[in-house]
Nanobody, 123 residues
């Protein structure tokens, strides 16, 4: 079992930055690929970014490529999402998830989910 707790969300102006963190419980964190997803009001949850268990591979949605950076610290059981140049369309609840890394861009590729953290970008 892996429990995930996100933090770092908040209200920011367009063009600003936020860093989300996701703290994981359990000794097997380093064996999981980690992903970030988001869900805006009235929309389906969508993939944002993912990172392999070692951190050696990263994946991004086209909409955030060049603006967001995913990273992880296995010693701290934590994955991060650095979000720069934020836009109003980035407003959503952001979720982190842990999975075996077979389908990093899809919901069904993840076994464990956090409760989400709200990010609001004002124009």
């Amino acid at each position: 079992q892996v429990q995930l707790v996100e933090s770092g969300g908040g209200l920011v102006q367009a063009g600003g930055s936020l860093r989300l963190s996701c703290a994981a419980s359990g000794r097997t964190f380093s064996s999981y690929a980690m992903g970030w997803f988001r869900q805006a009001p009235g929309k389906e949850r969508e993939f944002v970014a993912a990172i392999s268990w070692s951190g050696g591979s990263t994946y991004y949605a086209d909409s955030v490529k060049g603006r967001f950076t995913i990273s992880r610290d296995n010693a701290k059981n934590t994955v991060y999402l650095q979000m720069n140049s934020l836009k109003p369309e980035d407003t959503a609840v952001y979720y982190c998830a842990a999975g075996r890394g077979l389908r990093v861009g899809a919901d069904d590729g993840y076994d464990y989910w956090g409760q989400g953290t709200q990010v609001t970008v004002s124009s």
